[in-house]
T-cell receptor, first 109, second 113 residues
Framework: AQRVTQPEKLLSVFKGAPVELKCNYS??????LFWYVQYSRQRLQLLLR??SRESIKGFTADLNKGETSFHLKKPFAQEEDSAMYYC???????????FGKGTRLSVIA | ETGVTQSPTHLIKTRGQQVTLRCSSQ?????VSWYQQALGQGPQFIFQ???????GRGNFPPRFSGLQFPNYSSELNVNALELDDSALYLC????????????FGPGTRLTVT
């Protein structure tokens, strides 16, 4: 079965420090991987997806098929990055998302 | 372009009752997916509707049912409510051609007492 694991429930970093939110998945095929973010009092929204290979708000994520990981990284954390981050997987076209349990990122001033 | 809307925002029901949650999809989207998010968990897929037909279902019992209407809005119905049904219910809409990009509504918080 497809599974997404986010090992950290809470990650606290100081402003300006690097951030890495970990995500591992289990799936035998070639999944599509995503990061969703939920800021305080806002709805869940797409942050980035691996197929676009883009940087959004300074965040990047590289799909490592050998390690089945899709870690989210940012070199310098900002206070406005404080939010709940969910890693998600879709295993074929038009299929639903499988989410991890999420990591709460807290950036301390 | 209007976003995904859900109603009601909050709901309190008693065990054994039935509930209907509503979702209006984003303009131009023809696919609606419903997710249940229990406290401290990530969203869990319930089912998806495309052109008024169920198009995939997660590991939820038959007392969870849904509808999609010609205007692509959708309902989630839950019968015989149980305490464990207390959760945030999220609706997400997408376009069939790019269904990986799902747009989420604000959710309905259901509390079963």
């Amino acid at each position: 079965a497809q599974r997404v694991t986010q090992p950290e429930k809470l990650l606290s970093v100081f402003k300006g420090a690097p951030v890495e939110l970990k995500c591992n998945y289990s799936y035998s095929g070639s999944p599509e991987l995503f990061w969703y973010v939920q800021y305080s009092r806002q709805r869940l929204q797409l942050l980035l997806r691996h197929i676009s290979r883009e940087s959004i708000k300074g965040f990047t994520a590289d799909l490592n098929k050998g390690e089945t990981s899709f870690h989210l990284k940012k070199p310098f954390a900002q206070e406005e990055d404080s939010a709940m981050y969910y890693c998600a997987l879709a295993y074929s076209g038009n299929t639903p998302l499988v989410f991890g349990k999420g990591t709460r990122l807290s950036v301390i001033a | 372009e209007t976003g995904v809307t859900q109603s009601p925002t909050h709901l309190i029901k008693t065990r054994g009752q039935q509930v209907t949650l509503r979702c209006s999809s984003q303009s131009g989207h023809n696919t609606v997916s419903w997710y249940q998010q229990a406290l401290g968990q990530g969203p869990q897929f319930i089912f998806q509707y495309y052109r008024e037909e169920e198009n995939g279902r997660g590991n939820f019992p038959p007392r969870f049912s849904g509808l999609q209407f010609p205007n692509y809005s959708s309902e989630l119905n839950v019968n015989a409510l149980e305490l464990d049904d207390s959760a945030l219910y999220l609706c997400a809409s997408s376009s069939r051609g790019s269904s990986y990009e799902q747009y989420f509504g604000p959710g309905t918080r259901l509390t079963v007492t």
